[in-house]
């Protein structure tokens, strides 16, 4: 099935999303904090799975930046990732603030 996050990470607001939320309240972390630990977590992961089989779809937040994009925005994406790879992600969690 898949698990949805956020991929933006330039330092800017950012949109929620389920693991993030979970993540965050079980912790008790402020999003950024979380939202940059899920990223560090999922390139780890990619370093040894591979991109493309961590991250199964990659959809724009914004499409019609895509097609017209003439001030120069930073297209933002939606990423699917493996239900394994979000298991990853929460076990880096247990393993660095342990278990909630």
């Known amino acids: 099935m898949g698990t949805e996050i956020y991929n933006q990470n330039h330092g800017r607001g950012f949109s929620s999303y389920d693991l993030l939320e979970e993540l965050s309240e079980t912790y008790k972390l402020d999003r950024r904090q979380t939202h940059d630990e899920i ?33 120069d925005l930073d297209v933002d994406y939606w990423l699917t990732i493996t239900d394994q790879a979000a298991d990853e992600i929460r076990e880096q969690f247990i393993a660095v603030h342990g278990a909630a």
């Not at 560090?40 to 991250?55: G, K, N, S």
């Open 39 to 71: 990223h560090a977590a999922l390139e780890q992961i990619i370093a040894i799975d591979d991109a493309d089989t961590v991250i199964t779809d990659r959809r724009p937040v914004r499409p019609e930046l895509l097609k017209n994009n003439d001030q």
